[in-house]
């Protein structure tokens, strides 16, 4: 082609592009069955109710669908909306300007047995309602609230419920916010096929819910969150009599779930499960699971996934058949607070198995206090200021002493198998013992003995206690690493490890 007639042909295209840009208007439109049925723009139907789908007698349906969509800066205000009467009814809010405010209730598929009701909010748009109810009825109706592009915004102010006695979705995508306060998402009791499930994903995506949050309400409800930021307070995953098990899961970079106030998983039964995978951050205050038959747990089981934990973490739990919390695969748990195991008295549950399992990662915790055999140090790294029980590192575990905390106290025993190791940091001369054993220490494996930050300065006559035990002392490490350098012409004695605990500074020999 020519040069000039592409030049010419570009010119036409660009100025039939400024053209239909200068020509563009807010608008308000319907199509189908909708009541009222005279849009205008703004659209405002004052105290009345929007009807989309089966509206012309919404108890008697005419099981003919509707739509609605506000665009381009147009307005839509109501006191009440129904989408969805046993048929389809679909609101669409897109771009920029454009905004539904609504007084009263927006109610996603909440009535007849076959409804579909969708709510879509895009790129830029807000939706503003005072309660949200997204399914209901019927556990063959399925409403969807789905939220997606940059600066999108939905605000419940009032109670937000996600499959109450239906299928619910709701869905939170590529940039997208929603703002909430009371959340329930799996909502009735009695109703095994309901369920309420909610997605989260994608980087810029934020929800922020400043009431109560409850994932698995009575039904079954879950969250899923990838590479997006939820904000909760006092959070729940499992209430009551949940008939499945409520799940939510953490993943993706840059993906968090951070909770203020008390963060629980587990219902009165026992049921709820939170799994932090790669690169997944979960950020709680202080944390209670109530776990029977191994039926609620936290995983913290995949590379980068991390919870920080700022206050204490109680585990109950009866009838184990496996743990409720579970960190492997690089994982890092750190709570700052205590971590205590407390097994429920229920007769008739008889201990299974141990409520924590370390497998892999770093576990810190400031202080741990766990009945016995209720750890099972598998693998991976422990740390703790103090520990309450008998300590059993027999497989392939390291117990680390004076990084996180400048020594360890256990009040009970210490076991280490031949596969464990001892690893000791060490910032200068120690008259008291860095790891501190109140009853009997039996070693075996490998002790390593390092330096705080790469260096330590020690003299001639610079004693460091490493160990000290109020009971017996049995074994003896089959490998012993000191790895703190010391000045030209000094050396290691290491003759009284095994009767004071010692090491002393000498001159080399």
């Known amino acids: 082609m020519d040069k000039h007639i592409r030049y010419a042909l570009s010119t036409l295209l660009a100025a039939a592009s400024l053209g239909t840009a200068g020509t563009a208007h807010a608008y308000v439109t319907i199509a189908g069955d909708v009541s009222p049925g005279n849009p205008s723009d703004p659209w405002d139907l004052g105290s009345g109710t929007l009807r989309v789908g089966g509206a012309s007698n919404p108890w008697e349906p005419t099981f003919n669908s509707g739509e609605v969509i506000v665009a381009s800066g147009g307005q839509l205000f109501s006191a009440g909306?129904?989408?969805?009467?046993?048929?389809?009814?679909?609101?669409?809010?897109?771009?920029?300007?454009?905004?539904?405010?609504?007084?009263?209730?927006?109610?996603?598929?909440v009535s007849g047995d076959d409804c579909q009701g969708l709510l879509l909010v895009q790129s830029g748009a807000e939706v503003l309602t005072e309660d949200l109810v997204v399914g209901d009825r019927s556990s063959q109706n399925h409403g969807v609230l789905r939220v997606e592009g940059y600066d999108a915004t939905v605000t419940s102010l009032g109670d937000t419920y996600v499959g109450l006695r239906a299928q619910g979705s709701v869905e939170l995508k590529q940039g997208a916010s929603f703002f909430s306060n009371n959340v329930y998402i799996g909502g009735a009791s009695g109703c095994s096929s309901c369920n309420g499930q909610v997605t989260a994903a994608g980087s810029g995506t934020k929800w922020v819910s400043t009431g109560e949050f409850v994932v698995g309400m009575y039904s079954l409800g879950t969250l899923d969150i990838d590479r997006a930021e939820v904000s909760t307070i006092n959070a729940r995953i499992g209430y009551r009599d949940a008939l499945r098990r409520p799940a939510a899961s953490v993943r993706g970079w840059g993906g968090t779930w951070t909770n203020q106030g008390l963060f629980r998983v587990g219902t009165v039964q026992g049921n709820g499960e939170l799994t932090i995978g790669a690169y997944g951050t979960l950020v709680t205050e202080d944390t209670e699971i109530h776990s029977e038959l191994g039926g609620a747990f936290i995983k913290v089981n995949d590379v980068y996934a991390s919870w920080l934990n700022s206050g204490d973490v109680t585990v109950f739990a009866s009838g184990n058949r496996s743990p409720s919390i579970v960190v492997g695969k690089d994982a890092f748990v750190s709570i700052d607070g205590l971590l205590r195991t407390a097994p429920r008295a229920v007769g008739l549950y008889p201990y299974l198995g141990p409520s924590v399992r370390l497998e892999d990662g770093d576990l810190v915790a400031g202080a741990m206090e766990v009945e016995e055999g209720d750890l099972d140090f598998a693998g991976g790294r422990l740390e703790t200021g103090s520990f309450v029980g008998d300590l059993a590192n027999t497989q392939s575990g390291e117990l680390s002493v004076g990084e996180a905390h400048p020594a360890t106290a256990i009040v009970g025993s210490y076991s280490q198998g031949p596969g464990a190791t001892l690893r000791i940091v060490v910032g200068g001369a120690s008259p008291s013992p860095l790891l501190d054993v109140?009853?009997?220490?039996?070693?075996?494996?490998?002790?390593?003995?390092?330096?705080?930050?790469?260096?330590?300065?020690?003299?001639?006559g610079d004693t460091i206690a490493l160990l000290g035990w109020g009971g017996d002392l049995a074994g003896t490490f089959a490998a012993v690493n000191i790895a703190v350098p010391l000045a030209p012409g000094l050396a290691w004695d290491t003759s009284a490890l095994y009767t004071t605990g010692e090491i002393t500074v000498v001159p080399a020999t």
């Open 438 to 460: 109140d009853g009997d220490l039996l070693v075996d494996g490998a002790l390593e003995v390092v330096p705080a930050d790469g260096s330590v300065s020690l003299q001639v």
């Open 81 to 109: 909306a129904l989408l969805g009467n046993d048929r389809s009814g679909t609101v669409q809010v897109i771009g920029y300007g454009s905004k539904w405010t609504n007084s009263g209730p927006i109610q996603i598929c």
